[in-house]
């Protein structure tokens, strides 16, 4: 299991999702994803399966700020979600969040990592990039409101050093963008299938 819960240097706990945080997250997930937003029962539907699949969440003094999640099926794993809250933007909270699912994607065996990205979302294009992540494929209109989605994959070879060099220049240059949130133009981060498309 990854060393958690661990604290970020910006007070921020990094720790396993549990049952009593649903409410919390699916309360962050209609506010941030309003066209895609997960139904609630789906979010209890991810966490009763901890043999495929592993969700955390980053809780600051006032409440959860993010969550992620993953789904590991041997070879491959993907990043089911991943939000961050606006008001905490630029405080590496994306990265932490993206570097646990990459490491817990390793610990399961994967050799490599899929995610779906919204074609309209440079910012979190960015996030993933920098981690090493590549475009391999487009679905067409794959989001209710016909934005298309980006296929995106890491491969999982000597990718670690990579990820201790992000998180390094990460706290030398905090302030950066965290492409992981939402603006005024709307939801910037989400990568899980539509429930229909949960393998």
Known sequence: ???LPRQL?????IRDMLPADIPAVHELEVRLFPVDAWPLQMFWDELVQPETRRYFVAEAADGIVGYA????????????TIAVVPEYEGRGIGTALLT????????????DILLEVRADNPRAQQLYIR???EQIHVRKRYYR????ALIMRLQLEDVLAVHQDIVHRDTVHEAGPQPVQTDEAGPAGETAPMEEDQK
């Open 1 to 3: 299991m990854n060393r």
């Open 9 to 13: 240097d910006s007070g921020v706990t």
């Open 69 to 80: 999640g993953l789904m590991c099926v041997e070879p491959i794993a993907d990043v089911q």
């Open 100 to 111: 646990d699912l990459i490491a817990e994607g390793r610990r399961r065996g994967a050799a």
């Open 131 to 133: 981690f090493g992540f």
């Open 145 to 148: 409101d016909g934005v298309d």
